[in-house]
């Protein structure tokens, strides 16, 4: 019910409003003549923007609804100010006896409708002082002394009204923004700024693009030389800050409807900055107004001008606007005079009783358009809505009230010293040539420390505020903030953003973007041909991450750090190695030892049978020798598991370099024996010599002796040392030995290569020897096996990383010793465990009786 209550209520405001202001509306509200007069015996001229006449083609009706009307006369009752900070300043001098004594100071006004002739007119109306009449050039109807012209608000209304007081040299003071045409001497020599020369308005608007994050923004400038200087700076700063401009629109001197082609691309961006004068701005903020342009944050540097009426749209096209005002000495006496200020005070003044009339209830008196005394009791100016009349002095009413002071001392000094001076008797008006205040009025100002001429430049503080203007009509300016180029890097802007009213659908900080944010995780990459705020987001790659959203290159974490599935944190790698703990590790030492016990099973059977033929037939001592040297064998391979420090890296290639070439030299010398026992059956010569004298049994220190003698150049030049493999797992620093030299490496297992194809050879060629218990093919066989795993392993290792590289090098022991063992011995073990019958001297006489028999048969 509330809500219900609330909204039709909220409805009714417009309608409200509408009727508060037209009723009783007479006609002498319309009638609106372009001067009044102030009197006194110097004048000062005063050209302010007030009030004007424009034709759109659709204008609402201020009171019927869906109405509309051809003609509307639009006042800015803001711009009133102006002309009450120069009564003030005026009444001030006169009442002050040390400045221009018995000398009054007056002032002609004259509305300036933003129009070149209607200025151009004005100002030959004042010159000529023939009011709205022929103008007659050079030529003054009225002999009144004058001083000096006031122009603004803008630059272009102070050009064209300098272009004919130039030519007379008449001082003029302009109290608009500072404007670099108008400080060339050549061009205007008795023109004079009041205002200060800020340069700091655009880096303070991209600075609150970059607090916003919004890098992705119009503009919208005049098509004049202003325009074009503000717009390189904000490409200068948006440069440097990374923001880019979506799109530029700059508006026409002489143009007055804007056309559709004009608003297109808008929708590209949510945050548009208009920066500009009154006169540049004006067409443009009242087309916005009736565009109903919603959904767009509007940064600008003008206060955009608010109806006192309202139609029957609660939305507004500036609600949520943020605007940049200049941070100045306010007068607070100025303030105190305005609230003193009403239409019976000051009778000739023309636009307090539309004020009285229009807010306070007056009415006009139908016979000569005089304001009655009807009005509401303490009526004041201060009791009006700030987006009608706003109480908190402006630049430029401080710019009036100083320029009023600087022509006032400028004329006291030339009476002092009296330059040219003529005093008429009989009452008369003092007179002179304007002209010859300019030496005067330049001292003056520059003393004063106002803009002329190569002034140095000043950075300004700058006062953010926030419009509120929903329901449309209520125009509340909140301050929210500040900006000061002076301050310290990173401390220039200060806001207040839980004061911020957003433009209509947005309820959060907008976002105004090209692209998406790039996440963490992720990288910005810039696409060809496009601006540097539009990009496309890549993640990270490899060992890199971005933490932070919308980096350019994302960093690449230490090595001793492992990044993240997410890509976005550095974490620390636990130290890994081959471990007893693990599957793999628990894997291969479980195989070792299991097949060490096989071994010394194998060892066990043969001592018990040590006196059987087959045990005797194949050399005992060979045998053991060689199944001892299998067992090392399959235990060194323990060395490469669990964590490696000094003493295993050394004892890692060592002992797997020794114990492999005894075990190779064995089976070379088994095979050699089988070769010369068959040899040997031939009485005398050096094959029965070599049998008798057990000369293979040399084999085995000879070969281990030159694998010493490399073991022991590979230990003293370059050893085996503990290494770390940052690289070979993502989330570990793999532990490791390093092999040191690896020609070294590669010069041992070459040499156990070269031995195992020795045997392999020596057992090939005895293969077919009639013996009852010939090993050569099995020889033969666990040569050709150990020589294919370690010729296989050598490709396999190299291109294996991390645990795997360890696990392949303990695999091929573990593939190499099972080869000696399953082919030597276990047709051995079978014979003597499972077929006894044919492990006897019976049974090999029968055998060879046999194949006795069956030879002579041949």
């Known amino acids: 019910m509330f809500y219900l209550v609330f909204i039709s209520w909220f409805l009714q405001i417009p309608k409200f409003v509408s009727t508060i202001i037209t009723v009783n509306t007479s006609l002498c509200f319309y009638k609106t003549p372009e001067d009044f007069h102030h009197e006194g015996d110097v004048k000062i001229g005063a050209f302010f923007p007030i009030h004007t006449y424009y034709s759109p083609n659709k204008v609402p009706h201020p009171s019927i609804p869906y109405t509309y009307i051809d003609n509307y006369l639009l006042y800015n009752f803001k711009n009133y100010q102006y002309i009450l900070a120069l009564v003030f300043a005026i009444e001030e001098i006169n009442g002050n006896p040390n400045i221009l004594p018995n000398i009054s100071l007056g002032f002609d006004f004259y509305n300036v409708r933003f129009t070149e002739k209607d200025t151009l007119m004005n100002a030959c109306f004042w010159l000529t002082a023939q009011g709205q009449k022929m103008i007659l050039p050079n030529y003054s109807c009225d002999k009144r002394s004058f001083t000096a012209a006031l122009t603004g608000t803008s630059w272009t209304t102070s050009a064209q009204i300098g272009t004919l007081l130039q030519l007379f040299k008449f001082p003029q003071l302009s109290f608009g923004p500072y404007e670099h045409i108008l400080s060339d001497r050549g061009q205007y020599s008795s023109l004079y700024q009041m205002a200060t020369k800020y340069t700091s308005i655009s880096l303070g608007i991209v600075s609150l693009m970059v607090h916003f994050k919004w890098s992705w923004v119009g503009l919208i400038l005049p098509d004049d030389h202003k325009g074009n200087i503000i717009l390189s700076e904000f490409r200068e700063y948006m440069e440097i800050k990374g923001v880019c401009i979506a799109f530029v629109k700059m508006i026409p001197v002489t143009w007055i409807s804007y056309s559709n082609k004009f608003w297109q691309n808008m929708d590209e961006t949510n945050v548009v900055i208009i920066y500009g004068d009154i006169d540049s701005l004006a067409g443009l903020m009242r087309n916005i107004g009736q565009r109903l342009l919603t959904g767009k944050v509007l940064v600008m540097n003008i206060e955009p001008y608010i109806t ?428 490791l030995c390093n092999k040191g030299s690896s020609v070294a490496f590669h010069c041992v297992l070459g040499y156990l290569c070269s031995l195992a194809l020795g045997g392999y050879i020596m057992a090939f060629l005895s293969r077919n020897l009639p013996d009852t218990f010939n090993e050569s093919k099995f020889l033969s066989f666990s040569m050709l096996v150990f020589f294919c795993v370690w010729v296989t392993f050598l490709p396999v290792y190299h291109s294996t990383k991390g645990k795997v590289m360890v696990a392949m090098e303990v695999f091929s022991i573990l593939a190499s010793s099972s080869a000696l063992l399953g082919f030597i011995f276990v047709p051995k073990c079978y014979i003597i465990l499972l077929r006894p019958d044919k492990n006897s001297f019976h049974h090999i006489r029968e055998k060879t009786h046999s194949r006795r028999n069956k030879s002579l048969k041949m």
């Open 308 to 735: 006192y009426y309202a139609d029957y749209f609660m939305l507004d096209s500036f609600h949520g606007s943020l605007i940049f005002t200049p941070n100045y000495r306010k007068s607070f006496e100025l303030t105190k005079f305005i609230q003193t200020v009403n239409p019976y005070k000051y009778p000739e003044d023309i636009y307090l009783p539309k004020f009285w009339h229009l807010f306070f209830k007056c009415s006009f008196s139908d016979v000569n358009c005089q304001l009655l005394a009807n009005c509401q009791s303490n009526a004041s100016l201060d009791m009006l809505p700030s987006f009608i009349f706003d109480m908190a002095v402006s630049e430029e009413s401080t710019n009036i009230y100083n320029a009023v002071y600087a022509v006032a001392h400028s004329l006291h000094q030339m009476i002092l010293q009296n330059l040219q001076i003529q005093q008429h008797e009989n009452g008369k008006a003092m007179a002179f040539f304007p002209w010859q205040l300019n030496i005067f009025l330049k001292d003056i100002v520059e003393r004063e420390n106002m803009s002329i001429g190569g002034r140095k430049k000043l950075n300004a503080e700058y006062d953010i505020f926030n419009l509120w203007n929903l329901p449309k009509g209520l125009g509340q300016k909140v301050k929210i903030g500040s900006f000061s180029a002076n301050a310290p890097e990173g401390q220039q802007l200060s806001l207040y953003e839980q004061k911020i009213q957003w433009a209509e659908g947005f309820s959060e900080i907008p976002q105004s973007l090209c692209s998406e944010s790039c996440m963490p995780g992720f990288r910005k990459v810039t696409l060809e041909g496009k601006a540097i705020c539009c990009y496309k987001c890549m993640p990270c790659a490899g060992n890199e991450i971005s933490n932070e959203t919308d980096v350019d290159q994302c960093v690449k974490c230490p090595e001793s750090h492992y990044a993240n599935t997410e890509k976005n944190h550095c974490f620390q790698k636990t130290v890994s190695f081959l471990a007893y703990e693990d599957t793999l590790g628990k894997t291969l030492a479980s195989i070792a030892l299991c097949l060490s016990a096989l071994t010394a099973f194998v060892i066990g059977v043969f001592v018990k049978h040590r006196e059987t033929p087959i045990v005797k037939a194949n050399n005992r001592g060979l045998s053991y020798t060689l199944l001892i040297t299998i067992t090392f064998c399959l235990l060194c391979s323990l060395n490469f598991i669990g964590q490696p420090n000094a003493a295993t890296c050394i004892l890692q290639q060592t002992i797997f370099g020794i114990t492999f070439t005894v075990a190779l030299a064995t089976v070379l010398a088994k095979a050699i024996t089988v070769v010369i026992a068959f040899k040997a059956t031939f009485p005398g010569g050096m094959v029965r010599w070599l049998m008798t004298s057990r000369a293979p049994s040399y084999i085995i220190p000879l070969c281990t002796l030159i694998q010493l003698l490399l073991c022991g150049m590979w230990m003293a030049t370059s050893p085996p040392f503990i290494d770390q493999d940052f690289h070979a797992e993502h989330e570990h620093i793999l532990l």
